[in-house]
């Protein structure tokens, strides 16, 4: 559906994309996942052909963008960073003029925009002018225009930035919804709307693809060994210390009042050891919980980990 | 298609905001003023024309003046009228919007320039009922009516195409008009120097040619020439193509 190979682009003398490639399947739900300025909306423009790369080149269902770009555009929906809207249109006229110009007509025009307006929620605002609409419902306008024509793919940039928590969560729903009806990027900065609603995430980090992997098997990867408390009665100090050269164990933090938090090496489960060296030295073991790390953290541990060019997943939080 | 969807957008756009009532509105306003200034000047003066038998075309003392202060009001009119078409959507991100769509830039050009197309001639349309008014007391030469009409129009397409060009190149609606009346403000002047330097030479024939007044003017007087409308016609393609250049130039820059 759309592929991508190659991109490179810089500002000036400032390169903001390394040799950018990726392909998306069709029916898929991709997430393209990057701080700030990793070069995540520039990629989005490059790939609507708003924007020429300096190298490498983009196809939507086989049509390159600049080169065919009618014949591409007309496969796409886009929705850029900042919802494009115009204050002084009404909902309505702004879904009119926006079948227009995909050059849709009479009695499929009108379904087309009746299943948007519902798909959307956006029947009791269609007369209000846009001006006088909440973020939420800017944001619902715009999608709806992205997907008015039923494009096989729609590009996302950034759906629920400065949105409320309610209205983020409407957006996500409707993005979720759309799995099954088009193939779609999304673009955020954001970790909980890549697991609420993607199948597959691209991260991207100072204009370079540092990973490309089905959700489950990032958090997997990123996650690298597993993460558990210890809650023990007695003396913490010295089990913390021993802790720490237990073979598998990566990490280990004192977390206050008989509390420790043990991070394990990649394919290693140190549990059992810890129990009986817990026990061996005479404390009384009350619990050892799990913890899952936050993909926050995860996140975080990602994009500091190529900064610094470390590339072992596993091992990243060790002496940290 | 195309063209038209964008067309009908802008003079919603146009129409909906007091934008263009108050433009078109102060204009007629003005140029009402000057028709009865003329008025005043013929009644003060036509008894003593009949008296001395001094030959005096109607159209000419009432009308003439009117046109020919609208040709110089379009140096603010024009700019003001479309510095929004594009700056406006540079500024708020939605000519990427437009630009996601599969419509080529030059229908995005075309549609914008004909929406302020409309707008100039509401003005021109309304300016219609003082030759018809004049035409309840007397006799109007219509073909001199009409003759300004064309100049007017092929100027005001003209200074309509270069603002919109001025429109294209920023996203400041403020610098994209003054942009456009320097521009407009150039044309105006480039034969005052053709004056200074004379006929016989050859700058001041080649500046004489590209002077906007040399080619407009003859309008106002009834003359309507061919190599004056090929000469409005074609800088009006240039200017639209320019636009269009403009647009597809912004790929490839940030």
């Known amino acids: ?320 | 298609m195309g063209i038209w969807a964008i067309a009908r957008k802008e003079l919603k756009t146009y129409f909906l905001s007091p934008l263009a009532h108050v433009m078109v509105g102060a204009t007629l306003l003005l140029l009402g003023y000057l028709y009865l200034t003329s008025a005043a000047f013929y009644m003060v003066n036509a008894p003593q024309w009949s008296a001395y038998n001094v030959p005096v075309n109607p159209t000419r003392v009432l009308l003439q003046p009117v046109y020919k202060n609208l040709a110089f009001l379009l140096l603010f009119l024009a700019p003001l009228l479309s510095m929004r078409l594009f700056a406006s959507e540079r500024a708020s991100g939605t000519l990427d919007f437009l630009m996601s769509f599969p419509v080529d830039e030059i229908s995005l050009v075309l549609g914008k320039y004909l929406s302020s197309l409309v707008v100039y001639l509401v003005v021109l349309i309304s300016l219609l009922s003082m030759p018809l008014y004049t035409s309840l007391g007397g006799v109007v030469d219509w073909g001199l009516v009409l003759s300004c009409n064309l100049g007017l129009l092929l100027q005001g397409g003209l200074f309509l195409a270069l603002g919109l060009l001025g429109s294209a190149l920023s996203r400041s609606q403020m610098t994209a008009s003054v942009m456009s009346f320097g521009l407009l403000f150039m044309l105006w002047v480039v034969g005052f120097m053709a004056q200074a330097l004379g006929d016989v030479s050859f700058w001041g024939r080649v500046l004489t040619q590209a002077s906007l007044y040399y080619h407009a003017d003859p309008f106002f007087d009834g003359v309507v020439s061919l190599r004056s409308t090929v000469y409005f016609l074609s800088l009006t393609a240039m200017a639209l193509y320019l636009c269009v250049l403009v647009l597809r130039l912004r790929r490839w820059s940030w």
């Open chain 1, 1 to 320: 559906m759309l592929e991508v190979r190659g991109l490179c682009k810089s500002y000036g003398s400032r390169q903001v994309l390394f040799d950018v490639s990726f392909s998306v399947k069709e029916g898929e739900v991709v997430g393209f996942l990057g701080p700030n300025g990793a070069g995540k909306t520039t990629t989005m423009r490059i790939i609507c052909g708003l924007m020429a790369p300096d190298r490498g080149y983009a196809r939507i269902g086989g049509f390159d963008v600049l080169e065919e770009p009618r014949r591409a555009r007309a496969l796409l929906g886009y929705l850029p960073e900042n919802p494009p809207i115009y204050e002084e249109l009404t909902v309505r006229e702004y879904l009119e003029m926006a079948s227009q110009l995909r050059g849709l007509r009479g009695p499929s025009r009108r379904r087309a925009m009746e299943e948007a307006i519902s798909y959307c929620g956006l029947e009791g605002v269609l007369d209000r002018l846009m001006m006088n609409l909440s973020r939420g419902y800017r944001q619902r306008a715009a999608l709806a225009q992205a997907i008015l024509h039923s494009p096989p793919l729609l590009v996302l940039d950034e759906p629920t930035l400065g949105l409320d928590a309610v209205q983020m969560a409407e957006v996500r729903s409707l993005i979720k919804g759309l799995k099954g009806r088009a193939t779609v990027i999304l673009s955020t900065h954001i970790l909980q709307e890549v697991s609420a609603t993607c199948d597959r995430v691209l991260v991207i980090n100072r204009g370079s693809i540092v990973a490309d992997d089905p959700y489950e098997v990032l958090e997997e990867r990123l996650r690298g060994g597993i993460a558990f408390s210890v809650k023990v009665q007695g003396e913490v100090g010295p089990f913390a210390e021993r802790l720490g050269s237990l073979e598998g164990v990566a990490r280990v933090e004192l977390r206050g009042e008989g509390e420790v938090l043990v991070q394990s090496r990649a394919g290693f489960d140190p549990r059992p050891e810890v129990a009986s060296l817990a026990v061996g030295m005479g404390l009384k073991l009350y619990e050892m919980t799990p913890v899952r790390m936050s993909l926050e953290e995860v996140f975080l541990k990602l994009v500091s980990e190529e900064v610094r060019g470390d590339g072992d997943m596993g091992h990243s939080q060790e002496g940290a």
